[in-house]
């Protein structure tokens, strides 16, 4: 079957750093995504990778290993707003979308 | 940024009535739209993937005589609840995929949800 493990909840504080992993097991890859999405919202996008490594955009970064079936999401500078749910999801090999359940990040000040 | 607008947000309807949620995408050609489903605390469920022309695919559980969709034009789709119980209340989010590009094709962009309470 497929699957897809991350977090169900995790607690920071403002101004520090937080790494979200996701592990995946999935019928073929091509990419894996990261969405937040705030409570009573819809998903929005932050970072797709298909490649191994790291991908930098502000103070969001997304890693890849493809070998490992692993990713994880990076959030520096920690902002109460960034208070909220974040969904890793494999593009699997029928480029069919495998959502996560989701990881709650709660930011303390 | 690619657009999808959602209508209406929020509903409330009777036991036993029909509703209907348009998804619209406003700046780009959808071939292919996503309807989940939401509840509290949980995460996205796909209920079915829709092809503009054809029938929609229906995940495995999910009534297509319950949950009608139609994808008449590569900018619409609509998803009727038939016959809405209390049970159906949840929030339940559209996507889009735009197909004009490489990588992003691949990419979904999401409505803003539509929040059915069914009393």
């Known amino acids: 079957g497929q699957n897809i493990d991350q977090p169900t909840e995790m607690t920071a504080t403002e101004g520090a750093i937080v790494q979200i992993n996701c592990t995946y097991q999935?019928?073929?890859?091509?990419?894996l995504f990261w969405y937040q999405q705030h409570a009573g919202e819809a998903p929005t996008f932050l970072s797709y990778?298909?490649l191994d490594g790291l991908e930098e955009k502000g103070r969001f970064s997304s890693f890849l290993s493809r070998s490992k079936g692993y990713s994880y999401l990076l959030l520096k500078e920690l902002q109460m707003k960034d208070s909220a749910s974040y969904l890793c999801?494999?593009?699997?090999?029928?480029?069919?979308?495998?959502w996560g359940a989701g990881t709650k990040l709660i930011i303390k000040p | 940024g690619a657009v999808v607008s959602q209508h209406p947000s929020r509903v409330i309807c009777k036991s036993g009535t029909s509703v209907k949620i348009e998804c619209r995408s406003l700046?780009?050609?959808?071939?292919?739209m996503f309807w989940y489903r939401q509840f509290p605390k949980q995460s996205l469920m796909l209920m079915a993937t829709?092809?503009?022309?054809?029938?929609?695919?229906?995940e495995q559980g999910v009534e297509k005589d319950k949950f009608l969709i139609n994808h008449a034009s590569l900018t619409l789709s609509t998803l009727t609840v038939t016959s809405a119980h209390p049970e159906d209340s949840s929030f339940y989010i559209c996507?889009?995929?735009?197909?004009?590009?490489?990588?992003?094709?691949?990419?979904?962009?999401f409505g803003p949800g539509t929040r059915l309470t069914v009393t």
């Open positions: 999801a494999v593009l699997d090999s029928n480029y069919q979308l495998i």
């Open positions: 700046d780009f050609q959808a071939t292919t």
């Open positions: 999935t019928s073929g890859f091509n990419g």
């Open positions: 996507s889009a995929r735009d197909a004009s590009g490489p990588r992003s094709s691949y990419e979904q962009y």
């Open positions: 990778n298909v």
């Open positions: 829709s092809n503009e022309g054809s029938k929609a695919t229906y």
